[in-house]
């Protein structure tokens, strides 16, 4: 029988004498150190900017109207968060996006949370800055199919946007194809994932995670060797490996014109992962159980392989959950949108002037108030001022609506033509309901 190999975390651990007691008898020993690790997974307390392109509020703000503006692209139709949503941790919650052609594009579409402190840019990492990468989807034909040329031009004939570029870049106030880049990567600098209950345990709250997370967390930097490759606090390496995924794409090979670096793709940050499935760069994982399951017991053998990458790792049912359990401490309770987003009001319903809109909030997970009385003609305004993510929907006669996801401090508008008894509920909490009742306009109202 083959003697298993000591890993040399446990090597290292024994060295210092850490034991575990596991139903009163040693288990031998553990290589987790709490100290050791709160260090290596603390967060930075502020993001990286290039001295080139320094990150401004203004310029900031016309990066996030860029980044939701279909100009860029060939016809008009496609902007940057058509794929990169906010409410799905800016990617798009499908396996590979369809392209242009109709054919889906050839790898899944990455999330952009913490891109400040990236290397490279891309799973096979071919842009070296952020405004490279920004340049990339646009020009794609696949993807947005534009001409950068082309919408500078259409940019620069419109008197608002152009003030919003003079605004942003004092010293070269002009529309060009560089300010546009930078003030996209501005943007995109700014998208910081927020503290989650593990940032919460890191800074020394031992109850933040639970007895099962703490368990997955030991598995993570131990016996599953995850920490290899995703590590610091973002968990990436910044570094390309084959994972031993099957396919034909050769990755990070391609862009070296590297044998040695086929099949090998940037490890992925694990920050807010829950809202990014399907998982890896081909999309061809569904949950997060199928990438632990991967890692244990499916990956194809080939020449390529990670050297970093542990091998048929032996995992218990128990403990494959476990492992799960923890990657979910490392993304927020709901989709967290940044306040670098404009807030959006959405429109819904019969079309009526919204001027004396009545207002309903949702803070703390509740409609308040929660009843209302309208007349015909007359609009609800629904204001997200809570810290969650809410989706808003409306039965009732003639009228059945359903909005988007709504973020913190976006706003609905629901038009009502008609009398009825409504009820409004939120699709991600069920448990928030609010009575709408809508009278018929009186004569009076009615007369011009």
């Known amino acids: 029988?083959?003697?298993?190999?000591?890993?040399?975390?446990?090597?290292?651990?024994?060295?210092?004498?850490?034991?575990?007691?596991?139903?009163?008898?040693?288990?031998?020993?553990?290589?987790?150190?709490?100290?050791?690790?709160?260090?290596?997974?603390?967060?930075?307390?502020?993001?990286?900017?290039?001295?080139?392109?320094?990150?401004?509020?203004?310029?900031?703000?016309?990066?996030?109207?860029?980044?939701?503006?279909?100009?860029?692209?060939?016809?008009?139709?496609?902007?940057c968060s058509t794929c990169h949503q906010a409410e799905l941790s800016f990617t798009d919650g499908v396996p590979r996006h369809g392209g242009l052609d109709g054919q889906p594009l050839d790898r899944r579409t990455p999330p952009l949370w913490n891109m400040a402190w990236g290397l490279s840019w891309f799973w096979d990492g071919r842009a070296a800055s952020l405004?490279?990468?920004?340049?990339?989807?646009?020009?794609?034909?696949?993807?947005?199919?534009?001409?950068?040329?082309?919408?500078?031009?259409?940019?620069?004939?419109?008197?608002?946007?152009?003030?919003?570029?003079?605004?942003?870049?004092?010293?070269d106030p002009a529309v060009t194809r560089s300010n546009l880049l930078k003030a996209l990567a501005?943007?995109?600098?700014?998208?910081?994932?927020?503290?989650?209950?593990?940032?919460?345990?890191?800074?020394?709250?031992?109850?933040?995670?639970?007895s099962d997370e703490k368990a997955g967390l030991r598995l993570f930097v131990g016996k599953a060797g995850c920490v290899s490759c995703h590590t610091g606090w973002r968990f990436t390496d910044e570094a390309?490996?084959?994972v031993g995924l099957p396919g034909q794409d050769q990755g990070r090979g391609v862009v070296l014109g590297l044998k040695a670096a086929d099949n090998a793709f940037k490890t992925p940050s694990l920050r807010e992962r829950v809202w990014t499935a399907p998982y890896m760069h081909d999309g061809s994982l569904a949950t997060f159980e199928d990438v632990v399951d991967h890692y244990a017991e499916r990956v194809v053998e080939r020449p390529t392989l990670s050297a970093d990458l542990p091998r048929r790792i032996a995992l218990s049912p128990k403990e494959r959950a476990q492992l799960v359990a923890f990657l979910n401490t490392l993304s927020s309770e709901d989709p967290p949108r940044p306040a670098s987003l404009p807030a959006r009001t959405m429109v819904l319903g019969a079309d009526v002037p919204a001027i004396a809109a009545t207002t309903v909030g949702q803070k703390d997970r509740r409609f308040t108030p929660g009843a209302i009385l309208l007349k015909v003609g007359q609009a609800l305004k629904i204001v997200n001022d809570d810290t969650r993510t809410h989706n808003v929907r409306i039965d009732g006669p003639g009228l059945s609506v359903s909005s988007d996801a709504q973020n913190p401090g976006d706003a609905i508008t629901i038009g009502f033509d008609q009398p009825g008894q409504f009820q409004a509920i939120c699709g991600i909490h069920p448990d928030m309901r609010l009575a709408v009742t809508v009278e018929p306009m009186t004569k009076a109202a009615a007369q011009p």
């Open 1 to 79: 029988m083959e003697r298993a190999k000591t890993p040399r975390l446990v090597q290292a651990a024994a060295g210092l004498g850490l034991v575990t007691v596991l139903g009163g008898a040693k288990a031998g020993p553990d290589p987790f150190d709490a100290a050791h690790w709160r260090q290596v997974f603390a967060r930075p307390d502020h993001a990286p900017m290039p001295d080139g392109n320094p990150t401004t509020p203004d310029k900031v703000a016309l990066g996030a109207k860029l980044f939701d503006d279909p100009r860029l692209s060939g016809d008009g139709t496609v902007a």
């Open 131 to 171: 405004e490279d990468q920004a340049a990339g989807p646009i020009e794609n034909k696949r993807e947005m199919a534009g001409d950068l040329a082309g919408a500078v031009r259409t940019l620069a004939a419109d008197t608002e946007t152009v003030r919003s570029f003079a605004r942003a870049f004092p010293e």
């Open 186 to 210: 501005a943007f995109e600098r700014t998208l910081v994932s927020p503290e989650t209950r593990f940032d919460r345990w890191v800074k020394g709250d031992d109850e933040a995670i639970d």
């Open 240 to 242: 390309f490996h084959d």
